[in-house]
Nanobody, 124 residues
Framework: QVQLVESGGGLVQAGGSLRLSCAAS????????MGWYRQVPGNQRELVAI???????YYADSMRGRFAISREDAKNTVYLQMNSLKPDDTAVYYC??????????????????WGQGTQVTVSS
C-alpha cells in the first residue's frame, strides 16, 4: 500500500507563491507516473500537472507558465511550485500516482493512490 502525504498549502495573497510537496512511502515516482489535481467543493477534481516516470511534464492550460512540477527521487518527493497565484487557484490540492502503464493521466479515475490533500487559499 502506497501512502502519499501532501504539505505546503496555506494562505497567500494574489500574486504570491507556494510550493507544495508530495512525499511517498516508497520509491515510486521514478517508476510510475504521477499528477497533481485540485478540487473546489461541489466541483470535480481538475488536473493541474503531470510528471511521468521518464520526467516528461504536462500542465493544464490555466497553469502553464505559472506552475512547475518536479521530482526528487532520492527523497521520494514530488513538488508543485506555484507562482503568480490567483484567487481562482483556491482549492484543495491532491497528488496521485498511476500504477498501470499507458494510463490516461488526464483522467482522475486512472490514478490508483491519492494523498489526503492540502488546502491552498489565495486572497484578493
Amino acid at each position: 500500500q502506497v501512502q502519499l502525504v501532501e504539505s505546503g498549502g496555506g494562505l497567500v495573497q494574489a500574486g504570491g507563491s507556494l510550493r507544495l510537496s508530495c512525499a511517498a512511502s516508497a520509491s515510486i515516482f521514478s517508476v510510475n507516473d504521477m499528477g497533481w489535481y485540485r478540487q473546489v467543493p461541489g466541483n470535480q477534481r481538475e488536473l493541474v500537472a503531470i510528471i511521468t516516470k521518464d520526467g516528461s511534464t504536462y500542465y493544464a492550460d490555466s497553469m502553464r507558465g505559472r506552475f512547475a512540477i518536479s521530482r526528487e527521487d532520492a527523497k521520494n518527493t514530488v513538488y508543485l511550485q506555484m507562482n503568480s497565484l490567483k484567487p481562482d487557484d483556491t482549492a484543495v490540492y491532491y497528488c496521485a500516482v498511476a500504477i498501470a502503464s499507458n494510463s490516461d493521466l488526464t483522467r482522475a479515475d486512472e490514478y490508483d493512490y491519492w494523498g489526503q490533500g492540502t488546502q491552498v487559499t489565495v486572497s484578493s
